[in-house]
């Protein structure tokens, strides 16, 4: 069986912890987006609801960064 290098194991860690990371920053807001845009458009209150869920997925999308971030270094210290 084919085995890869340490360091090659390593960056390929590295590229699959970073690229969830982005991609759950972009699901964070987008989910944000969408529930303010569902609102807006049920209770009419275009475009209150959008921008404060907007920020509120935005501010999700950060601190999920911030906590697989702080994990990933954690596992890098062992």
């Known amino acids: 069986m084919w085995r890869l290098g ?4 390593q960056t390929f860690r590295t590229i699959g912890a970073l690229s969830a990371v ?3 920053f972009v699901l964070a807001v987008m989910m944000g987006a969408g529930i303010g845009y569902l609102l807006d458009r049920w ?7 959008f921008i ?26 062992r």
């Open 43 to 49: 209770l009419g209150s275009s475009p209150w609801a």
């Open 52 to 77: 404060l869920f907007f920020f509120i997925g935005v501010t999700a999308g950060i601190l999920n960064v911030i906590r697989a971030s702080a994990a990933y270094l954690r596992d890098e210290e």
């Open 6 to 9: 340490a360091s090659r194991g």
């Open 22 to 24: 982005g991609i759950s």
